[in-house]
């Protein structure tokens, strides 16, 4: 086995490990409740939501940033 055809293979296996963990997080954000009759919702919900917002945008600011230093 090539070294290049190892990295080909790590690539493949790091992908589709990055959208089972993408498809994790949609999951876990439409599973948090929604504001209507049936379910109250509050603040922590809300913080919690943040949480997730916030953490997803640090981790797109720093594809960003390595991006821009390419």
Do not use: C, F
């Not at 963990?21 to 929604?34: F, H, K, N, T, Y």
């Not at 919900?45 to 997803?56: D, F, I, K, M, S």
């Amino acid at each position: 086995m090539t070294n290049q055809t190892k990295i080909e293979e790590a690539y493949v296996a790091a992908h589709a490990r990055a959208l089972q963990a993408a498809e994790a997080v949609r999951r876990m954000i439409e599973d948090q409740p929604a504001p209507n009759g049936d379910n109250r919702i509050g603040w922590d919900h809300v913080g919690t939501l943040r949480h997730y917002a916030e953490q997803l945008e640090d981790l797109l600011g720093t594809h960003e940033s390595e991006d821009a230093g390419n």
